[in-house]
Nanobody, 124 residues
Framework: QVQLVESGGELVQAGGSLRLSCAAS????????MGWFRQAPGKEREFVAT????????DYVDSVKGRFTISRDNAKTTVFLQMNSLKPEDTAVYYC?????????????????WGQGTQVTVSS
């Protein structure tokens, strides 16, 4: 089992920045690929970013490329999502997820463990 706890979500003005954190505990973190997903009201959960087990490979949904950066600190068993130039359409609950495999993935169904989510609200 892997337990995931997200933090860092809050209300921010458009153009601002936030850094989300996801603290992992349980089985070995360093062998897990990690991902961030988000879900806005009335919409399906959407892939945002993913990172492989050692941080060497990342991928993003097109709408956040150049604005968001995913990273990880395996020593601290934590994954981060740095979000810059935030837009109102980024408003959503952001979820951290972990795979049992080391390779990254943008597919929701390939993740095995999920956090409870953290709310990000971007005002215009």
């Amino acid at each position: 089992q892997v337990q995931l706890v997200e933090s860092g979500g809050e209300l921010v003005q458009a153009g601002g920045s936030l850094r989300l954190s996801c603290a992992a505990s349980g089985r070995t973190f360093t062998t897990n690929a990690m991902g961030w997903f988000r879900q806005a009201p009335g919409k399906e959960r959407e892939f945002v970013a993913t990172i492989n087990w050692n941080g060497g490979i990342t991928d993003y949904v097109d709408s956040v490329k150049g604005r968001f950066t995913i990273s990880r600190d395996n020593a601290k068993t934590t994954v981060f999502l740095q979000m810059n130039s935030l837009k109102p359409e980024d408003t959503a609950v952001y979820y951290c997820a972990a795979r049992l495999w080391p390779s990254h993935s943008s597919r929701y169904e390939e993740y095995d463990f999920w956090g409870q989510g953290t709310q990000v609200t971007v005002s215009s």
